[in-house]
């Protein structure tokens, strides 16, 4: 119920589509969004792919960094420039 409210919350009431097929490229957007770059507080601020042993998290210079859009802009992550 947790996971589904916050993909309503964080994506859905922001995000239009068109059809089934739009709806289901966005969620799986949506998804690597949520597993591969969203810091997740019971995790420690880490991501579930860092959990799970997917990848070490990169470390970046915040001098020298730059933001990743995910989910055609509607959410950013820094990034290593």
Known sequence: ERL????RREFL????FWNERDLEEKLGEFQDYYNAHRVHQAL???TPDETAGKG?????EL???AW?????GLFQTPIAA
């Open 4 to 7: 589904v409210g916050t993909i």
């Open 13 to 16: 009431d922001q995000t239009l």
């Open 44 to 46: 420690n601020l880490r």
């Open 56 to 60: 070490p998290p990169t470390l970046a």
């Open 63 to 65: 001098s020298k960094s």
């Open 68 to 72: 990743l859009p995910h989910c055609q």
